[in-house]
Nanobody
Framework: QLQAFGGGLVQAGGSLRLSCAAS????????MGWFRQAPGKEREFVGA????????YYADSVKGRFTISRDNVKSTVYLQMDSLKPEDTAVYYC????????????????????WGPGTLVTVSS
């Protein structure tokens, strides 16, 4: 029901755009989130978007470099990643939440109900 695309290898300073297509019940989710997990590290919040109103949230580590957008017709959420750094290397996951979330809870991976398989982003120095 969730499928992320767009990962790959890029040099530091470069850009990538990840896409996450939602289908089925995930289309009626409250929010869509992006998380990432680097080798040996815990999964961490990257950003999220509320379908209603379009409010966006970002982790401090990506603020100003990453942008979340959406296409309601295609039920797709995008993560535009610019000025990539080697520390952005990770498997990126998109997720959907059917809970009513606020700024603090939207960053918690346990608040998300549906997850897609991750897509690997590798940033070389």
């Amino acid at each position: 029901q969730l499928q992320a695309f767009g990962g790959g290898l890029v040099q530091a300073g470069g850009s990538l755009r990840l896409s996450c297509a939602a289908s089925g019940r995930t289309f009626n989710s409250y929010a869509m989130g992006w998380f990432r997990q680097a080798p040996g590290k815990e999964r961490e919040f990257v950003g999220a978007l509320k379908w209603g109103g379009g409010t966006r949230y970002y982790a401090d580590s990506v603020k100003g470099r990453f942008t979340i957008s959406r296409d309601n017709v295609k039920s797709t959420v995008y993560l535009q990643m610019d000025s990539l750094k080697p520390e952005d290397t990770a498997v990126y996951y998109c997720a959907a939440s059917r809970s009513s979330l606020i700024a603090s809870t939207i960053r918690l991976f346990r608040m998300y109900d549906d997850w897609g398989p991750g897509t690997l982003v590798t940033v070389s120095s």
